[in-house]
């Protein structure tokens, strides 16, 4: 696609329900981020897909955290019995190449709120 | 663990002024980005520095890469309304991008 599409952009759940974030970055972009942002401060990472790869997942907060890629295209963050601090804003990157030099496409993000 | 502290973290100045953002790390990245973001979007790359020392200007917007590659900052030049919004320094190494704290800036007309 043109841009990075994320759904859904709004998410209201009931804690200790399960959620699904979903990522479609653009389309040949091989390098997947996403990141968490609380009250719209500074963002934290998350987790890094090469492809379908994820060699680096250590920004996950806790094993209710996990995330995956097919196809080499979409991405799902699932985030498991919720609780209230994962409230945030959850932002998707694509990038052509994860090489540190070249430009994050950011999605709108998914904003969750846990009652 | 990498950090980027920014500061301020929040500016609120009348149009017209100046004003300067500060990105600072005590670790060394290959470059630098600046991003903005706006309210119920994703950051929008602005720049990207590689070089220490390297100075970029985009209209009235002056970046600068520290010599030791550890900091950066942004000048605004005659602020205007349309500035505001928050702004983000990220740090990359070899794939990893580490962004700061971020700067909430609000230019009053």
């Known amino acids: 696609g043109a841009g990075v599409s994320q759904s859904p952009s709004n998410k209201v759940t009931e804690k200790g329900k399960d959620v699904e974030l979903r990522c479609d970055p653009i389309?040949?972009?091989?390098?997947l981020y996403w990141y968490r942002q609380s009250l719209g401060q500074g963002l934290e990472f998350l987790i890094y897909?090469?492809?379908?790869?994820?060699?680096?997942k250590s920004g996950l907060p806790s094993d209710r955290f996990s995330a995956e890629r097919t196809g080499g295209s979409v991405s799902t963050l699932t985030i498991q019995r919720t609780q209230q601090e994962d409230s945030a804003v959850y932002l998707c990157a694509s990038s052509p190449a994860g090489d540190g030099a070249n430009v994050l496409t950011f999605g709108a993000g998914s904003r969750l709120t846990v009652l | 663990t990498q950090l980027l502290e920014q500061s301020p973290q929040f500016l609120s100045i009348q149009e017209g002024e100046n004003l300067t953002v500060y990105c600072n790390s005590s670790s060394v990245f290959s470059s630098l980005q600046w991003y903005r973001q706006e309210p119920g979007e994703g950051p929008v790359l602005l720049v990207t520095?590689?070089?220490?020392?390297e100075v970029k200007k985009l209209k009235r917007l002056t970046f600068q890469f520290g010599d030791a590659r550890k900091d950066s900052s942004l000048h605004i030049t005659a602020a205007q309304t349309g500035d505001t919004g928050l702004y983000l320094c990220a740090g990359s190494g070899t794939y990893k991008y580490i962004f700061g704290t971020g700067t909430r800036l609000k230019v009053l007309a």
């Open positions: 389309s040949g972009h091989t390098a």
């Open positions: 520095v590689v070089t220490g020392g």
């Open positions: 897909f090469q492809g379908n790869s994820a060699p680096d």
